[in-house]
């Protein structure tokens, strides 16, 4: 079993920076695909960027690229999303999730492991 928990969502205005942070505990992190992922109201929960195992390579959606970075750290088992330039259709519940059965994907039923949420508000 894996147990994960996110924090660092809050209201900010559009144009600011905030910072996710996902703590993982239970299961070997080292060996696990780790993702973000968001889900808007009424919409559908969608990938945002994520990081394999292996490599350590990184992926994200078209929407984030070039304003959010994630990164993890091993010695301390967590995994950040460092958001910038934010807009108000950022605005969505994030979730942090594990993936160990196969690689990095973008569909969140490849994910056994997931946290409970936090919330991101953009304000115009």
């Known amino acids: 079993q894996v147990q994960l928990v996110e924090s660092g969502g809050g209201l900010v205005q559009a144009g600011h920076s905030l910072r996710l942070a996902c703590e993982a505990s239970g299961r070997t992190f080292r060996r696990a695909n780790m993702a973000w992922f968001r889900q808007a109201p009424g919409k559908g929960r969608e990938f945002v960027a994520g990081?394999?195992?292996?490599?350590?390579?990184?992926y994200y959606r078209d929407s984030v690229k070039g304003r959010f970075l994630i990164s993890r750290d091993y010695a301390e088992n967590t995994v950040s999303l460092q958001m910038n330039s934010l807009k108000p259709e950022d605005t969505a519940v994030y979730y942090c999730?594990?993936?160990?059965?196969?690689?990095?994907?973008?569909?969140?039923?490849?994910?056994?492991?997931w946290g409970q949420g936090t919330q991101v508000t953009v304000s115009s």
């Open positions: 999730a594990a993936n160990y059965r196969s690689g990095l994907s973008e569909k969140e039923g490849d994910y056994e492991y």
């Open positions: 990081m394999d195992w292996i490599r350590s390579s990184t």
